[in-house]
């Protein structure tokens, strides 16, 4: 389901995407993209709460909601529910992650009027029948049992118990099997009408509708949802627990996976474009960034290594990570911890800030280049806090980092060397 790439003009000109704002009768808002030549309509939109929402003791229950929503609202049960969606080539989904609740809708334009319906009745008459309940749940734990000892989850999973004990980010999204185990179809459903209300939902579309049309589509999809009331914006970052510790999950297994995390910087923080430098400098670049060099290519320690910024709604984090053999483990992190003291003691280069510009700037029409793209990249912006106008700000406020904004950050995150560091397998030497 393609549109055509938006013009992206020169340097530091964004992708020129013209974005409509849409209101309906009934009060709800949405970002329009009208693009008619090509028959299709994506929509993205995300309710205000996610995993964080799941009740005490019931990680994994937004999770298992939007497994849910699609097996059978109104009156079609689970089978009836996907034929229609089949029969009319409608790609429908949910998603629960830790601050929001996600749905997409991808239909051919002369299918608009089913899958609407089909949208509208997800959402404002999911079933819950027993037997999807059942089915569902044993689809998740399925899934939970054959990543019990995979390495990769058990090292995720444990970092963020250590990061957040006892904060909701410190539970698995999808639950572990004893939570999803105890859920039950009356709890869930509950569950969703909180899930699923106005207050603080972000709605984009994209592809083959007027803005006249969509304002009547959107009462008829989302007009009858409850208010709600929207979460409050935390005034400072959830502070991250166990610093300068290691931890490790003992696995027979002949490579250990490491994970790391240390303080980061909010979405709106003035520190977060500059911040995004100097971690592309770091782990964010594939090829060229500092620990891809000095970890993979002049010692050959592991096949990948990566960081990135982690800004959620409630607390900000630097994470990375790699994977090496048993015995190289603790050369690995020795490296990492080396290459991000070098940047907070010395700064990058001016040629390294140089090229991280140039890429971040550079790549960014490719997130364009799709109308299912146009619309998971300004329900982003949206999610985040941010008006239309920042795709064309966007380029010029990373043309305006200057060295000394990434000397500035790097001394910030990195001048205390202490992180939070989960290992999986049987680590050498790891303290």
Known sequence: MNAPIPAAATSLAGPSVPVQKVRSSAGVEAWLVEEHSLPLIAVDFAFDGGATRDPENAAGSAYLVSGLLDEGAGDLDAEAFQGKLADHAISLGFDARRDDFHGHLQTLSSHRDTAFELLALALNAPRFDDDAVARVKGQVISGLQRQAQNPETLCRNALYAAAFPGHPYGRPEKGDVDSVSQLEATALKALSRDLLARAGLKLVVVGDITADELASRLDQIFGALPEGLPRAQPAEALPIQGLGQTHTIDLDVPQTVLRFVGPGLMR????????????????????????????????????????????????????????????????????????????????????????????????????????????????????????????????????????????????????????????????????
């Open 268 to 431: 709106h923080d003035p520190d977060f474009i500059a911040g995004s430098v100097l971690n592309h400098i770091l782990g964010g670049s594939a090829f060229t960034s500092r620990l891809f060099m000095e970890v993979r290519e002049k010692r050959g320690l592991a096949y990948g290594v990566s960081s990135s910024l982690l800004p959620l709604r409630q607390g900000a984090m630097l994470v990375g990570g790699t994977a090496t053999k048993n015995e190289r483990a603790a050369e690995s992190m020795s490296v990492i911890r080396e290459e991000m003291a070098k940047l907070a003691n010395e700064g990058p280069s001016e040629h390294e800030v140089e090229e991280a510009r140039r890429y971040i700037i550079g790549s960014y029409p490719l997130r364009f280049d799709t109308s299912p793209k146009i619309a998971s990249e300004l329900l982003g912006l949206a999610v985040n806090g941010f008006e239309p106008e920042f795709l064309s700000e966007r380029n010029s406020l990373f043309a305006a980092v200057t060295l000394a904004d990434v000397k500035r950050v790097a001394e910030r995150l990195f001048g205390d060397p202490r992180l939070l560091v989960q290992a999986v397998g049987r680590p050498v030497g790891l303290v």
